[in-house]
C-alpha cells in the first residue's frame, strides 16, 4: 500500500504582536502573543483565519514553541500564546495557585471569545497543550465557549 499522504506547504509569512493585553470579565487583563499569517511582505491576509490557543503557565516565550508556532502560522493560521492569570507579563494578585485556580475556566471562555471577535479571525478557535496547558483546556471547556471549535488535550 502507497501513502499518498502528503502535508501542507508553507505558504505565508507571519508577523507578532506581542503582549496583546485581554481584557478579561473582572478587569485583569493578561498578556498575549498574537502570530498573524500574512502575505510575506508585511501585509495581513485579505481574509479571516482561523485561531490555535496555548494558554501557560509556563511563559509565552519559552523556546519550545520556536519550531511550532511557523509551520502553523505559515499554513494559513493564527497562533496564540498567552500566560496566565499572575504569571509572567500577565496581571493578577500576584498569586499563582496552579491547579486550583477558580478563574482559570472564566479566562479561557474571555479569551477564546474576544479572538473569535477580531477582525482577522474566522470565529474558530481551537486550543492545545500538555501538561498544566491541558489542564487549563478542559477547565475552560466546562464553561462551553461558543467559538471553541477544536481542542487538542495532550
Known amino acids: 500500500m502507497t ?3 502528503a502535508p501542507s506547504q508553507p505558504r505565508h509569512g507571519f508577523h507578532l504582536e506581542r503582549d496583546v493585553m485581554i481584557p478579561m470579565r473582572d478587569g485583569v487583563r493578561l498578556a ?7 502575505h510575506g511582505d508585511g501585509r495581513l491576509l485579505d481574509e479571516p483565519v482561523p485561531a490555535l490557543l496555548v494558554r501557560t503557565s509556563y511563559d509565552k516565550t519559552a523556546p519550545e514553541w520556536d519550531d511550532v508556532i511557523p509551520y502553523y502560522v505559515r499554513r494559513g493560521y493564527a497562533f496564540v500564546v498567552q500566560d496566565l492569570r499572575s504569571r509572567f507579563r500577565s496581571e493578577g494578585d500576584g498569586h499563582y495557585y496552579h491547579t486550583i485556580n477558580p478563574w482559570e475556566g472564566d479566562d479561557g471562555y474571555d479569551t477564546v471569545e474576544w479572538l473569535a471577535g477580531q477582525d482577522w479571525c ?3 478557535i ?7 496547558r491541558a489542564i487549563v483546556q478542559t477547565q475552560l471547556a ?3 465557549p461558543p467559538h471553541l471549535a477544536a481542542m487538542w488535550v495532550e
Open 122 to 124: 474566522t470565529g474558530k
Open 142 to 144: 466546562l464553561r462551553k
Open 3 to 5: 501513502n499518498t499522504y
Open 32 to 38: 498575549t502573543d498574537i502570530y498573524l499569517p500574512n
Open 126 to 132: 481551537g486550543t492545545l497543550g500538555s501538561s498544566h
